[in-house]
């Protein structure tokens, strides 16, 4: 859990930030509103996008004209927000993916609305015909300063952390195990067995290994082995068996209860290698993933999906091992979280 302290500080920044951000508008438009100054660290945050070799000469002046420059920096981001979300459901029909696409964009959104105001500005300059002077305000300035490195904290935030997933479900002779949050106790109610388990024998997980954790039982009910599940204690080393959950579930392709086991609904005994060659994975599955990666070798065939660390949100795969000859060797779908290592 360490490891969350840099991308969570990363988050906490960005939410200051875009505090901050509300708090400057709202000193300006107070300003503009009762005639008063604002204070002089606003002027001076105002300043810090200036270049390095810059020779533009910030005006530490507050009036209607700068609240309108604040104003409409906000609406142009939030507006570029929503077409570029507008733009990706409308490709997608996806929610999620189109949500995080968007938030991934923050950054890459925000240098764009910049660039188009400093051209609208530059533009305005030019052509003024007026008498009335044109100031490079600083005090606007200050609210595009502060949203800019809001954004820019902000995607340090989402890269490192991704985006939460739906996880995935595993039916078992129509019972439901949804890996990462189904507990062995769920399972040993609807008549499932752990080899030489009981409900109360102690488990350990020895946090030894990425992607298996606690420990690895073969499964039965009415006498038939259902494959191996992997119980493992959640907030500390050692639980018993019925409070551990299930992390990880394999069956071999030879098993008589194949036909008997679903991942997310898909019968695994009507599956060829020719589908994993020729389909892409979360297809085969009916996965609609916003953030994933698959891997096609000769003879295994894996799905992750939430490609980032997985210190927030949890990592989930699907994998399909084959034997050379084409037939099938193994299924397996699994999780990942920092609370289990």
Known sequence: MRFLIIPLSFGVVALLLFLLTIYIYLRI????GTGKDLPGWIYAIGTTLKGRFSHIQYDDVTDSTALKEATLFILNFILANIVVFGVVYYRTYHFSKALYT???????????????????????????????PMYIYSSSNAVKATLVFACFSFILFISLTGFPSEPIEVQIDKTNVIIGETKASELLSEGFTFYKKTADSEIVNQRNDHFYYGKLLEIFRDGKSYGFMSVTPTGKDSDSLKNCIITYYQIDADNKQLSEVTFNHTDLSHLTIQDFRT?????????????????????????????????????????ANFNTDGTAYRYGAGVQHAQWE
């Open 29 to 32: 438009a107070i300003a503009v």
């Open 102 to 132: 968007c938030l991934k964009a923050e950054f890459g959104i925000i240098i764009v609305v910049l660039i188009l105001s400093s051209i609208i500005k530059l533009i305005t300059v030019l052509f003024n015909r007026s008498n009335k």
């Open 279 to 319: 389909k892409d994975i979360k297809d085969i599955f009916s996965l609609n993933p916003v953030d994933f990666e698959e891997i096609k070798n000769d003879t295994l065939f894996s799905l992750t999906i939430q490609t980032a660390d997985y210190e927030l949100w949890k990592r989930y795969r699907i994998e």
